[in-house]
Nanobody
Framework: VQLQASGGGLVQAGGSLRLSCAAS????????VGWFRQAPRKEREFVGG????????QYADSTEGRFTISRDNAKNTVYLQMNSLKPEDTAVYYC?????????????????WGQGTQVTVSS
C-alpha cells in the first residue's frame, strides 16, 4: 500500500486548503489515519486524526476548530480541510496509516507514510 498526499500550495493568511491522502495498492479502510506536519527545524507534530470508520476525529489544540478531517473509504481517501490558515501552519504535511483502528498522537503508532505536501501560508 502506498499513500499519496496532495493539495498543498501557497495561500494567504485566513485562506483555506484541502489536502487529500489517497491509498493505492490496497486499502486503509480498517485503520486510523493521522495527519502530521513538520516545519523547518521543528519536530514532526500531530495535526489530527480519524478513526477507521470515520465516526471519530481528534485534533491538536492548535488546529481544533479550524481543521476538519474526513474520509471516504469507498475512494480510499482521507481529507484534511484547513480553514483560517495562519503563517504558523506553514509546514510539510504528511498523512499516515495507523497500526490500529484508533487515533494516536504519537508518530511511532503509524507505520505507513505518504511523501508529504508543502503548505505555505503568507502573512
Amino acid at each position: 500500500v502506498q499513500l499519496q498526499a496532495s493539495g498543498g500550495g501557497l495561500v494567504q493568511a485566513g485562506g483555506s486548503l484541502r489536502l487529500s491522502c489517497a491509498a493505492s495498492g490496497g486499502t486503509f479502510a480498517t485503520y486510523a489515519v493521522g495527519w502530521f506536519r513538520q516545519a523547518p527545524r521543528k519536530e514532526r507534530e500531530f495535526v489530527g486524526g480519524i478513526n477507521w470508520g470515520g465516526g471519530r476525529t481528534q485534533y491538536a489544540d492548535s488546529t481544533e476548530g479550524r481543521f476538519t478531517i474526513s474520509r471516504d473509504n469507498a475512494k480510499n481517501t482521507v481529507y484534511l480541510q484547513m480553514n483560517s490558515l495562519k503563517p504558523e501552519d506553514t509546514a510539510v504535511y504528511y498523512c499516515a496509516r495507523g497500526r490500529t483502528l484508533v487515533i494516536s498522537e504519537r508518530h511511532w503508532d503509524y507505520d505507513l507514510w505518504g511523501q508529504g505536501t508543502q503548505v505555505t501560508v503568507s502573512s
